[in-house]
């Protein structure tokens, strides 16, 4: 099946750093992909998501970059902040079915006063 | 709105009960997906819907019946639960298919 798979299962950053997560995809047809903020103990949280007509996307504090040449994209969010310790995961939408999601497992961020 | 919730929080059954969870949402969302969640592992879908009365299958629907009656619940049953049915359950909905998926805060099952 399709997959999405995160480079790094834990990472720690010092509050104030920006931090970087990094996800890989199998399927060079998949055309949508979100990232998700996971909190002990609570459901997924959309983070931010971006189109394969484009290569990089802003929010607040995040910026998504995806390379469809390498099949990769990353998280990136600007001065980390102890609030943003959580797991982090990339989702791809399954071209095979056009309605479904395959999820990475997730990068666990640690934020360090 | 209370977006998307999940009855009940927590549950733990005997190997072969049988037990039913309840997602509701708000939002007058179409899809609506169940999905569980264990160690190591990303999401994994178990079935959807893609609006009232249709169910559909997802990557491991095994042991699992689902069922959206209405349009705002979608219900996920184990007839006869088993140990590896140990997972956290989530329930997610969106507008559309391909689109953001909002979950719900989660069931924690322990079969044992």
């Known amino acids: 099946g399709e997959s999405v798979g995160l480079h790094l299962p834990t990472l720690s950053v010092q509050e104030g750093d920006n931090s970087i997560i990094n996800c890989a995809y199998s399927?060079?047809?998949?055309?949508?992909f979100i990232w998700y903020k996971q909190e002990s103990g609570k459901g997924p949280q959309f983070i931010i998501d971006?189109?394969?007509?484009?290569d990089k996307r802003q929010g607040q504090r995040v910026t998504v970059l995806l390379n469809k040449t390498v099949k990769h994209l990353s998280l990136q969010i600007a001065a980390t902040q102890p609030g943003d310790s959580a797991v982090y995961f990339c989702a791809g939408v399954d071209p095979n079915t056009g309605n479904q999601f395959y999820f990475g497992t997730g990068t666990s961020l640690t934020v360090i006063p | 709105n209370a977006g998307v919730t999940q009855t009940p929080k927590f549950r733990v059954l005997k190997t072969g009960q049988s037990m039913t969870l309840l997602c509701a949402q708000d939002m007058n969302h179409e899809y609506m997906y169940w999905y569980r969640q264990d160690p190591g592992m990303g999401l994994r879908l178990i079935h959807y819907?893609?609006?009232?009365?249709?169910?559909a299958k997802g990557e491991v629907p095994d042991g699992y019946n689902v069922s959206r009656l209405k349009k705002q619940n979608f219900l996920l049953g184990l007839e006869s639960a088993a140990p590896s049915q140990t997972s956290v359950y989530f329930c997610?909905?969106?507008?559309?298919?391909?689109?953001?998926?909002?979950f719900g805060p989660g069931t924690r099952l322990l079969v044992l």
């Open positions: 997610a909905s969106s507008y559309l298919g391909v689109e953001t998926q909002y």
């Open positions: 399927n060079s047809a998949s055309d949508y």
């Open positions: 971006i189109r394969s007509n484009m």
């Open positions: 819907s893609v609006g009232e009365g249709t169910t």
